[in-house]
T-cell receptor, first 114, second 115 residues
Framework: AQSVAQPEDQVNVAEGNPLTVKCTYS??????LFWYVQYPNRGLQFLLK??????LVKGSYGFEAEFNKSQTSFHLKKPSALVSDSALYFC????????????FGQGTELSVKP | EPEVTQTPSHQVTQMGQEVILRCVPI?????FYWYRQILGQKVEFLVS????????KSEIFDDQFSVERPDGSNFTLKIRSTKLEDSAMYFC?????????????FGPGTRLTVL
């Protein structure tokens, strides 16, 4: 069965510092991986995805993610954090069966302090 | 830019009442989903819908739940007799024709409160 784990409930970063939000996955077959961000009382906004190709994926708002097949990881990164990046971040894997549902990790609360 | 819309944004209902949550997916999308998020918890899959029928449903999606695409634009989730534990944020999502490699775009959600 497909699964996703986000080992950190919360990540605290100072503004201007690099940030990393961790995600590991378990899939049978090719992994299709996604990152979404959720601001308070808002829906899920797509940030980026890995389907195939380059292991470094660039997405919205300056975020990028590194796909590592040997470590089964897909960590979200940003070189310089902004206070406005503070939000809840979800990693997800696309299920391989016909329905194609997303299986989400438990989420990581990112807090960026000035 | 096209987006998924959902109405209402907040629904308050009494236990045992029926509710219908509405979604308008992105036009020309073919796959539709409902997810829910209980406060403070992760997003959980409820049901997927393609070609006018359910593709997959989770254990949560029992006989009290149903989905429908009554016309070419709306996608609805009905809960026949709401329970307190149905209180959650409900998200609709849609995907284009490419399916697996396409992105699921989510609506802003409907917050359901069951009293």
């Amino acid at each position: 069965a497909q699964s996703v784990a986000q080992p950190e409930d919360q990540v605290n970063v100072a503004e201007g510092n690099p940030l990393t939000v961790k995600c590991t996955y378990s899939v049978s077959g090719n992994p299709y991986l996604f990152w979404y961000v959720q601001y308070p009382n808002r829906g899920l906004q797509f940030l980026l995805k890995y389907i195939t190709g380059d292991n470094l994926v660039k997405g919205s708002y300056g975020f990028e993610a590194e796909f590592n097949k040997s470590q089964t990881s897909f960590h979200l990164k940003k070189p310089s954090a902004l206070v406005s990046d503070s939000a809840l971040y979800f990693c997800a894997v696309r299920d391989s069966n016909q329905g194609g549902k997303l299986i989400f990790g438990q989420g990581t609360e990112l807090s960026v302090k000035p | 830019e096209p987006e998924v819309t959902q109405t209402p944004s907040h629904q308050v209902t009494q236990m045992g009442q029926e509710v219908i949550l509405r979604c308008v997916p992105i036009s020309n999308h073919l796959y539709f989903y409902w997810y829910r998020q209980i406060l403070g918890q992760k997003v959980e899959f409820l049901v997927s819908f393609y070609n006018n029928e359910i593709s997959e449903k989770s254990e949560i999606f029992d006989d009290q739940f149903s989905v429908e695409r009554p016309d070419g634009s709306n996608f609805t989730l009905k809960i026949r007799s709401t329970k307190l534990e149905d209180s959650a944020m409900y998200f609709c999502a849609s995907v284009g024709a490419s399916g697996y490699t396409d992105t699921q775009y989510f609506g802003p959600g409907t917050r359901l409160t069951v009293l």
